[in-house]
């Protein structure tokens, strides 16, 4: 098992990688504040890992709350059920709430947290690639908004994070390669040398191999608990955490919602950011060729829907959280392993980028 702390001082918390984990009682029991537990999932991995984790946490008081499925259920009224769940099983505020599922779960089990008698204790036990390495990690919860993605939430950090591998073996590849999306951006935007790792091991982590994946998870989780120490809360260079993004959710809103995996929207997103690197001159194209056969081998997109014009791009970047002041800032890559966010570039750059041909 290996162990990293996310240094946030009096907030900070533990990371456990390894295989097997939702066996390990005692990592769980450590980080319990009292005997009552309530555990929030999916009825996807309900039937796969509840059992598991409900042995782990015998001799607790347990309720499962267990929640429909999907993104469209990232909702006010789920919100309520979980704390229906709460109340009627008499939770108190020495209750501990773990979130067992992918990151749908875990941000709405911890906003529920955030907020069930003004706070009380959670654990994030992330069962997708993508969660394990992205949204469990940095505290930030919450639900969907008829009018917006991800506008109703808090910023939470949880007690521990507690990332079992082997879980990895029931997820759908392409949820898998989704994931990848992810890990490689943290290569692309700080961490050369794990990109060139990547390279080396990303058909081992296709096939599940659980030292890779116990390696990437890590390195991932590393990357991100670094940006988020030094800006909890988005003040600036969390944003680089964005590379692709800004292009991807561009992507995923025109596609609509579920058309597009988001970790798929951001290997698409990605390949344009690269491309716009590589015409402001900071990286070459021999570099912008490397990272798009790696997004490539991850099983991603990296190529933007051939319906989408320039004009749809630029008309969903305008409403971009990253727009400040009414300019458009992206996040960019001065060098590999090194991003910045950048509002200075020729607009022509942008508007070349945009119909560039990715094919
Ligand atoms: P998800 O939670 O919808 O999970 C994807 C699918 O896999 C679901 O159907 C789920 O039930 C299923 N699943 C989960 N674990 C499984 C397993 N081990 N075996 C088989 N099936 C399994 O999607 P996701 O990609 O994990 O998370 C996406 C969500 O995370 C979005 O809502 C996004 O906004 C959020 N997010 C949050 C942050 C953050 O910082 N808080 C960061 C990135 C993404
Ligand atoms: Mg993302």
């Known amino acids: 098992m290996r162990t990293l702390t996310v240094d946030l001082g009096e907030r900070s918390y533990p990371i456990y990688i390894g295989a097997g984990l939702l066996a390990r009682a005692d990592l ?3 980080h319990l504040a009292g005997r009552q537990v309530a555990i929030v999932t999916n009825e996807t991995v309900a039937p ?9 946490l015998s001799g607790c008081e347990l309720t499962a709350i267990v929640l429909p499925d999907g993104e469209a259920f990232k909702t006010w009224e789920t919100l309520q059920l979980i704390f229906n769940g709460l109340l009627q099983a008499r939770h108190d505020r020495r209750t501990t709430v773990i979130a067992l599922g992918g990151g749908v779960i875990g941000d709405m089990a911890g906003f529920a947290a955030a907020c069930y008698q003004r706070g009380v204790d959670f654990i994030q036990v ?3 690639l993508l969660s394990q390495v992205d949204s469990s990690v940095g505290g930030k919860t919450g639900i969907n908004h008829p009018l917006g993605k991800n506008m109703v939430g808090a910023f939470y950090q949880p007690q521990a994070v507690i990332i079992d591998t082997t879980v990895l073996a029931t997820l759908p590849a392409r949820e898998l390669s989704a994931g990848l999306a992810e890990v490689i951006k943290y290569g692309l935007i700080c961490d050369e040398d794990f990109l060139a790792w990547l390279e080396q091991h990303i058909d081992a982590l296709r096939a599940l191999d659980g030292q890779a994946l116990i390696e990437a998870i890590e390195r991932s989780c590393a990357a991100k608990a670094r940006v988020v ?6 003040s600036g260079l969390r944003a680089i955490l964005n590379l692709g993004h800004t292009f991807g959710h561009a992507i995923e809103t025109h596609m609509g919602y579920g058309v597009w ?20 001159g900071w990286i070459s194209s021999d570099e912008r060729d490397r990272a798009l056969r790696l997004l490539i081998k991850a099983g991603l997109p990296v190529v933007p829907p051939a319906e989408m014009t320039p004009e749809h791009f630029l008309e969903h970047m305008a409403v971009d959280k990253k727009v400040l002041d009414g300019r458009l800032r992206l996040v960019l890559l001065r060098r590999m392993g090194d991003a910045t966010v950048t509002d200075e570039f020729p607009r022509e750059v942008l508007d070349a980028t945009l119909s560039a041909d990715y094919s």
């Open 126 to 128: 992330p069962t997708t």
């Open 261 to 280: 995996l988001h970790g798929e929207a951001v290997g698409a997103g990605t390949a344009m950011a690269l491309e716009m690197s590589t015409r402001l």
């Open 229 to 234: 120490g030094a800006d909890e809360r988005e």
């Open 28 to 30: 769980f029991k450590a």
């Open 48 to 56: 796969l890992y509840l059992k598991q984790l409900e042995a782990s």
